[in-house]
């Protein structure tokens, strides 16, 4: 039986019989296995990994041998009810966080007398402490991911168009063993770097700050960095701006420490963009948690109060966006460790004119 399935089980609370798995992320966060169509169900007594024929071979042999693994046939309601019956559960958790109200009320008819009670973020909760081996797929992603801006670097012209970089991207990170992205790759140029989250437009590369914001997923664990080039020759204002967006992240970097405030991360940040001609374009957070989703706890935010420790992995990401003109932004990852804070990113954040 793993750690997490331990942790799982000592996290219920008195009166609590079990927990009723159905997000994808979670069921192979738990069982160390990738299915699409099932569930976990996990009592103080048995914990059981439910799937249909085309999950349950692979399933018996990859999933974490603390569960059994079991092919749905039948009335899920009787199969449900049996389970309970046999492992004395009346009260079971539920993921109120990830479940509809129509799919809530079909759970609830199936159960029975089984009292489903809301779960909030007992498992998210669990998961935002990243153990070594969750660290080490994290940084595998991410050397993908600066893998390919090494390759982008030398495919990057002035005919090439802000979807065409960011397709290649995807299709590079693929090519090296990710199985997809951890969110749409942003890739915007000129006027379009202005956007934070700008979309990808099928037009030529302007003139000015390139942003390419993207990262992969490795067997499960997602990655996150971005990086802002410059097409042609960066005039002086601009390089005053990226200077203050690497300034700024340097900064927090270097302050990084086991036991501080998410919140006190991104003021160092912010006093400095503040500090300069910029001050008031740095609208969004400093950064955030990542793992199996793109965005995890902790919120690397002004006034956030988590104190960062072993376990968690975070980015970070301050940028300057002059709307309507151009934008720069700087990402790097950084994992807890045991020896405590390092900053994970090795790609290169010097300003590179293009």
């Not at 402490?129 to 030398?154: N, P, S, V, W, Y």
């Amino acid at each position: 039986m793993s750690t997490r399935l331990l942790k799982v089980k000592a996290a219920l609370p008195e009166g609590i019989d079990g927990i009723f798995v159905t997000n994808d992320r979670n069921r192979e966060w738990l069982s160390g296995f990738h299915f699409s169509d099932g569930f976990l169900l996990v009592t103080k007594e048995k914990s059981y990994l439910l799937t249909d024929s085309r999950y349950i071979e692979a399933a018996k042999a990859e999933a974490d041998p603390g569960f059994i693994a079991t092919q749905m046939a039948g009335p899920r309601s009787e199969m449900f009810q049996n389970l309970c019956r046999e492992n004395g559960v009346k009260k079971l958790y539920f993921e109120d966080s990830w479940m509809s109200y129509a799919a809530y009320n079909s759970f609830k008819t199936q159960f029975g007398d089984v009292e489903l009670t809301p779960a909030g973020k007992l498992l998210e909760n669990l998961r935002e402490f990243k153990d070594e081996g969750e660290m080490e797929k994290i940084i595998k992603a991410q050397r993908i991911t600066e893998e390919a801006f090494d390759h982008i670097l030398g495919f990057i012209n002035p005919d090439r168009t802000e979807t065409e970089v960011a397709l290649e991207l995807e299709f590079f990170m693929r090519s090296k063993g990710a199985s997809g992205c951890s969110f749409s790759t942003i890739a915007v140029s000129g006027a379009n770097s202005s956007r934070p989250h700008g979309v990808p437009r099928p037009v030529k590369l302007e003139k000015g700050f390139f942003t390419m914001d993207y990262g992969c997923v490795y067997q499960g664990y997602c990655s996150d960095m971005t990086r802002t080039v410059v097409i042609g020759k960066a005039d002086d204002r601009m390089k005053r701006l990226y200077n203050t967006v690497l300034s700024a992240q340097l900064a927090a970097e270097e302050a990084l420490a086991e036991g501080m405030e998410a919140g006190a991360l991104d003021k160092i940040a912010r006093d400095i963009i503040d500090a300069s001609e910029f001050k008031g374009n740095f609208g969004h957070s400093l950064g955030h948690g990542v793992g199996m989703y793109i965005h995890e706890a902790p919120g690397v935010a002004g006034g956030n109060k988590t104190i960062l420790t072993k376990g968690h992995v975070i980015t970070i990401e301050p940028g300057i966006y002059l709307a309507g003109e151009y934008g720069c932004r700087i990402e790097d990852m950084v994992c807890f460790r045991e020896n405590g804070p390092e900053v994970i990113t090795k790609a290169p954040k010097h300003l590179i004119e293009l």
